[in-house]
């Protein structure tokens, strides 16, 4: 599609710029202002090309009401990337670095119809069962657990430190890892996400979930896992691999990235410490303005169709931009006149976030005990300093440097008056590991000191 002549230029350092060719998604510059982008993408109407890595290409619906229509109408736009017709074609190789988050694997997210259905409600139902004070105690246990590995230092990043970490160490313990597999589930995760030999990261997480299972069918607990299992969809060993993996994998990483979206929205804007804390209120603006997953629900069209006068073929990837729906002109009108959650930041229809209300209360649980442990928490580094990690499909931060006034002794560390803290685990420096096994493996013995 050509761009018109009164069209606005592409943001500087766009590699589109006067071209009026496909715009880029996954540069430095698209990270640092993805806003300005997003502006520029609205004058091709409410669909635009776009590339989401060299050679892949897209199209990303950044109008609300369009993104609706997609998301709503399931028998149009399918789900099953084995539709995607420039991966079938070849142009697109498993190597990609976008391929791991958009080929097909067998799980209800890349399921359609009866089999969408079945794997759904399996999922919707096991995730029912997570009672609000277990998610509560376990968060607060783990927050502490992480906090103690940095009070004592007065300073932390509180992405690596604390919020990259508690949702894995949370879904560990909901999940009902033990110590050996819990430590290969947390280094596969973030492995794939950080692309730190993301191949073999994958390999060891589906081979420690598979491991989960077999462990689960001889001995069952009250843990999502077991749920699943007894779930009476009677899923496969096969289909509960790929189920929890989905649940492990693209959980944890939209978490991660919504509450070191919500700390960095919490220490930017100074109302909401004058106005006295309003995490939830912090967490709803982030939700509307700064969305953990910026881009992503692939579709498919199963015939060539017009997406709001935009044309598609069938087999073409569609992606729907839930930041630039959020802050377009038809929903920043409902959001003032009070619709406070009516944004598309869990997206909507029939594969909308799962676990929406687990989300939302792990983070207001993990931000709040951060900032009751450490009430004078700012950031170290001016706000214009800080980077977002590039991609087509998260909204990150890189980092997010914090100082605070050291605290000593057991305060923050989230377990019964009177422990002491195991020797590896002092506070006067990162956490470290004993020399058999990793993280979560330390996080239990720490529990049990």
């Given at each position: 599609?050509?761009?018109?002549?009164?069209?606005?230029?592409?943001?500087?350092?766009?590699?589109?710029?006067?071209?009026?060719?496909?715009?880029?998604?996954?540069?430095?510059?698209?990270?640092?202002?993805?806003?300005?982008?997003?502006?520029?993408?609205?004058?091709?109407?409410?669909?635009?090309?776009?590339?989401?890595?060299?050679?892949?290409?897209?199209?990303?619906?950044?109008?609300?009401?369009?993104?609706?229509?997609?998301?709503?109408?399931?028998?149009?736009?399918?789900?099953?990337?084995?539709?995607?017709?420039?991966?079938?074609?070849?142009?697109?190789?498993?190597?990609?670095?976008?391929?791991?988050?958009?080929?097909?694997?067998?799980?209800?997210?890349?399921?359609?119809?009866?089999?969408?259905?079945?794997?759904?409600?399996?999922?919707?139902?096991?995730?029912?069962?997570?009672?609000?004070?277990?998610?509560?105690?376990?968060?607060?246990?783990?927050?502490?657990?992480?906090?103690?590995?940095?009070?004592?230092?007065?300073?932390?990043?509180?992405?690596?430190?604390?919020?990259?970490?508690?949702?894995?160490?949370?879904?560990?313990?909901?999940?009902?890892?033990?110590?050996?597999i819990g430590d290969r589930v947390l280094f596969g995760i973030s492995g794939m996400f950080d692309g730190v030999n993301a191949e073999k990261a994958t390999e060891v997480l589906f081979q420690?979930?598979?491991?989960?299972?077999?462990?689960?069918?001889?001995?069952?607990?009250?843990?999502?896992?077991?749920?699943?299992?007894?779930?009476?969809?009677?899923?496969?060993?096969?289909?509960?691999?790929?189920?929890?993996?989905?649940?492990?994998?693209?959980?944890?990483?939209?978490?991660?990235?919504?509450?070191?979206?919500?700390?960095?929205?919490?220490?930017?804007?100074?109302?909401?410490?004058?106005?006295?804390?309003?995490?939830?209120?912090?967490?709803?603006?982030?939700?509307?303005?700064?969305?953990?997953?910026?881009?992503?629900?692939?579709?498919?069209?199963?015939?060539?169709?017009?997406?709001?006068?935009?044309?598609?073929?069938?087999?073409?990837?569609?992606?729907?931009?839930?930041?630039?729906?959020?802050?377009?002109?038809?929903?920043?009108?409902?959001?003032?006149?009070?619709?406070?959650?009516?944004?598309?930041?869990?997206?909507?229809?029939?594969?909308?976030?799962?676990?929406?209300?687990?989300?939302?209360?792990?983070?207001?649980?993990?931000?709040?005990?951060?900032?009751?442990?450490?009430?004078?928490?700012?950031?170290?580094?001016?706000?214009?300093?800080?980077?977002?990690?590039?991609?087509?499909?998260?909204?990150?931060?890189?980092?997010?440097?914090?100082?605070?006034?050291?605290?000593?002794?057991?305060?923050?560390?989230?377990?019964?008056?009177?422990?002491?803290?195991?020797?590896?685990?002092?506070?006067?420096?990162?956490?470290?590991?004993?020399?058999?096994g990793g993280m979560w493996s330390s996080f239990l013995n720490w529990l049990t000191r």
């Amino acid at each position: 599609m050509d761009a018109h002549d009164t069209a606005p230029l592409p943001p500087p350092g766009c590699p589109a710029h006067g071209s009026g060719g496909r715009v880029p998604l996954y540069g430095p510059e698209f990270a640092a202002a993805p806003q300005e982008y997003y502006e520029y993408l609205r004058h091709f109407g409410p669909a635009a090309p776009v590339e989401l890595a060299p050679g892949v290409e897209a199209t990303l619906v950044t109008d609300y009401a369009a993104a609706l229509q997609l998301l709503q109408d399931s028998g149009t736009y399918r789900k099953d990337a084995r539709r995607w017709r420039a991966y079938n074609e070849g142009k697109i190789g498993p190597d990609n670095p976008v391929a791991p988050l958009l080929a097909y694997r067998p799980n209800c997210m890349f399921a359609d119809g009866a089999d969408h259905l079945r794997l759904r409600q399996a999922v919707t139902d096991s995730m029912a069962r997570v009672d609000t004070r277990r998610l509560s105690r376990s968060t607060e246990q783990i927050s502490g657990y992480l906090i103690s590995q940095f009070a004592a230092r007065g300073s932390a990043d509180l992405l690596g430190d604390y919020a990259k970490q508690l949702p894995l160490f949370v879904f560990n313990e909901l999940f009902g890892c033990p110590a050996g597999i819990g430590d290969r589930v947390l280094f596969g995760i973030s492995g794939m996400f950080d692309g730190v030999n993301a191949e073999k990261a994958t390999e060891v997480l589906f081979q420690a979930v598979g491991e989960l299972v077999a462990l689960k069918r001889s001995r069952p607990g009250e843990d999502v896992t077991s749920w699943l299992m007894q779930h009476q969809s009677a899923l496969t060993d096969e289909e509960m691999v790929h189920q929890l993996a989905l649940l492990l994998g693209a959980g944890a990483e939209p978490l991660r990235n919504l509450i070191g979206n919500t700390l960095h929205r919490l220490l930017t804007h100074e109302r909401y410490a004058r106005e006295g804390g309003l995490i939830d209120e912090a967490l709803d603006d982030t939700l509307w303005e700064n969305p953990p997953m910026s881009n992503y629900a692939p579709h498919y069209p199963a015939a060539d169709v017009e997406l709001a006068g935009h044309p598609l073929r069938a087999g073409d990837l569609v992606l729907v931009s839930f930041a630039a729906a959020n802050t377009g002109p038809a929903l920043q009108a409902a959001r003032q006149a009070g619709s406070n959650r009516a944004h598309l930041a869990w997206s909507a229809g029939p594969h909308a976030c799962p676990s929406k209300e687990p989300a939302r209360h792990i983070t207001v649980t993990a931000v709040e005990n951060l900032l009751n442990e450490l009430p004078d928490l700012e950031l170290a580094v001016p706000e214009d300093s800080l980077t977002w990690r590039p991609g087509p499909f998260n909204r990150a931060l890189a980092n997010l440097p914090a100082r605070f006034t050291p605290v000593r002794g057991d305060r923050g560390t989230g377990r019964p008056t009177g422990d002491a803290a195991p020797a590896q685990h002092s506070a006067s420096g990162p956490a470290r590991a004993p020399e058999r096994g990793g993280m979560w493996s330390s996080f239990l013995n720490w529990l049990t000191r």
